[in-house]
């Protein structure tokens, strides 16, 4: 596979910016490949190598990449120009669509990201109940603001926040582990926070579900202390289906963050919920939000596009191929005697390299990612992109099809054989985990 324009792509990017990327996930070592140009579920990098897109631009383009409606609906509104700096109606649009599918959002704002979202929205739940403790998911992420940069995802390896971060700005943000509800009990009882912040659904130490009823538990817990419980579904918002992991899950947050598939892969971001909440933003209130992108027409109407087209048939699509993927890559692992784990929901999935289940961000950190890193490699070697580290998931769209999860599979079988050696009939299956 040649590789030669992309590798002297990243030498001149690496001069003129830090790790020659915009966001450090993208800096796949030794370099990564630049992209030509994606339709559907393939992506096409500048030296013609063509690849099954799993990262999915890290979760927006649930339809697959330059989906028509939404090309035809960016185009439309590029015709009438994009950016007015005063209301249009597709922020209504939009917003009455989002609060159909998820009613526990009865007010909501829109934002340029899903870090503003979150910002946003604990600002909000600071603001209404005069209290500054919050409570956060280990291993959660919520994007690049100071007050969440604590054990955050997507550095799973990491135990610090960042450099930069007083601690000033993280002293009142308390970690609890997932899935650990006497954990979360003690934690409210002794600092009485304004809100909890967590992924119903964790999706940035790779998918990790809640088990059991662990998220009813959440909400009851929250509720007796009255602290209001933020789902910052920016992740799982139309994903897991129209109504989100709180639909799923059956349980009511008082906030929710959105992002992503709501801008149709266009920056977005959205926190909404309570009235009561809301109606403390500005100009209504007296917590400050604003942004000059904030419900910017592109966004609006490549995610009203992409709302318009997701529909029970979509979801049943991209969730059968989950679990069709989860199975058949489940049972692979078994013939090759591989001591891996395969998890996930819908059409969120991840392999750990581990050999036990990951319930939460210490079992993530246990995981080899140094191992995922070579093996990510081998996948694209053999035409497929998954997102380049253990602690993020990969994503199924409307584009991908049977016959591309049937080629993964046998993708996944030669890149694992590739880092173990030929495996099938090893007596000794776990020599390779950590
Ligand atoms: C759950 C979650 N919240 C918030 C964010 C931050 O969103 P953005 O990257 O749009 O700022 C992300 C980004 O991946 C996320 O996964």
Redesign the pocket.
Known sequence: MRTDKSHALYQEAKEIMPGGVSSPVRAIDPYPFYVQSARGAQITDVDGNSYIDYCMG?GPLVLGHAHPAVRAAVAKQLEKGWDYGTPITLEIDLAARIRTHVPSIEMLRFVS???EA?MSAVRAARGFTGKDTIVKIEGG???AHDAVLVKPGSAATSTASSLGVPPEAVKNTVQVPFNDIGALAVTLEKHEPACVIM?PVM??IGPVLPVGAYLKEVRSVTSENDVLLIF?E??TGFRLGAGGAQHVYDVVPDLT?L?KIVGGGFPI?VFGGKREVMELVAPLGAVYNAGTFSGHPISLAAGLATLSVLNEEVYRHINRLGDQLRRMLTDRLAELRLNLVVQGIGSMFQLFFAGHPVQNYEDARRCDDRLYKRFAGFMRDEGVFLPPSQYETCFLSLAHSSEDVAFTVEAYTRALEKLFGRVVGNPNPQHHTT
């Open positions: 890290y990201t899903g870090t979150t992420y919520h994007g992924e999706g940035n910052d920016v992740i963050t992002g971001g």
